[in-house]
C-alpha cells in the first residue's frame, strides 16, 4: 500500500453501477438526475440512500415533495444518462428531451422511468447534510421491474460506458 | 414496468461493487466487515457512507473508536470477503484468520488491509439511524493505493463473485 492523494485513489472505485433517481418539481414537472452514489440502508422496511449536491435542481424538488423513485438503467441507456448527469431539470424537460413517457406509480404521484431494471417508489423520511451533498433516505413503498434481459449500466473512468455483468455460478 | 413485492426487485441492483471496512475495538483488537453498501458522499472534503447493521460487533466499534478504513477488495478477495461477512469479530480475529496483516494507516489508529485496491482512512463525523441499519459518515483523511491490477470483487445473485469490469472507451 502506498499513500496517495484522496483523489488519485478514488477512481479504484469504479466501474461503480449508475442509479437514476426521478422526482418531481412542485408544479408537476418530473425529472431525471443521474446518480453514482446510491445505496441501500435498511432490509425491514427496505430503505435507500441518495446523495445529491446541494445546487441540483433534484435536491429542490425532493424537498418540496417528500418523495423521490430509484431506477437502474440497463447497459444500453449510458447516452440518456450522461444526458440526464449534465443537464438541469430547471433548463430542460429531461423526459421529453430523451423521449422517455414518465410512467404513473403506484402509491406516489413521482413518475418510473421507463426501460429500466426495476424502479422503487420512495418516500422521504429524513435528509442529512454530509459535506457538499445532502444524503436523502426514503423508505420503499412499492417496485416495478422491466422484463428486460440486459445489464446495469455502470461508470467506468469518469464517463458512464457498459459494465461487466460477470457470471452467475 | 411491472408491480412486484419490493424484495423479488432488490436482486436487479446486482451485481454492486463489494467494500470492505476495517475497525478497530476499545481494547485495540482490529475487525473486518464486509459490505454491500456504501457510497462516497462528498466531494470537498471527502466524505464516505457505510450502512452497518445494529447487532454487528463492527458497528460498536466504530462508535467507540469514532474511525474506519473503507476498503475494496480485487476480485481474488471472495473467499475473504464472504468469511469476513459472515463472521463475528466477537469471535475471531479476522486478520489472523484470513492471515492478513494488519497495515499501518496514516492519521488513524485503525489498520489498513493489504491486498486491496485502495484504502480511505475515515474519522467518524456523523451517525444517522436508518431502519435496521445505521449510516456513518466519515470524512477521508488518507488513501492508499496497491498496484494490484485486478479488478473489483462485486456480489452476483446473493453470493460474492467475480465482478465484471468492463471496458474502458
Redesign the interface.
Known sequence: ??????????P??????VTLASCMDKNGKPNIITL????????????F?I?IGYTRYSYECIRDTGEFVVA?PTEDMAEMSVYCGKESGRDVDKFKECNLEP?PA?RIKTP?I?G?????ECKL??E?E????A?F?G??V??????EKK??L?I??G?Y?????????
Open positions: 500500500m502506498k499513500e496517495v492523494p484522496i483523489k488519485d485513489a478514488l479504484k472505485k469504479r466501474p461503480i453501477p453514482g452514489w446510491e445505496m441501500q440502508t435498511s432490509i425491514k422496511p427496505v430503505m440512500a446523495s437502474y410512467l403506484a418510473l421507463p429500466c431494471l426495476a424502479n422503487f423520511l429524513h442529512y454530509t459535506g457538499d451533498h444524503i433516505v423508505e420503499c412499492a417496485a416495478h421491474v422491466s422484463e445489464g446495469r455502470y467506468i473512468d464517463i460506458d457498459l459494465g461487466g455483468v460477470g457470471t452467475k455460478e
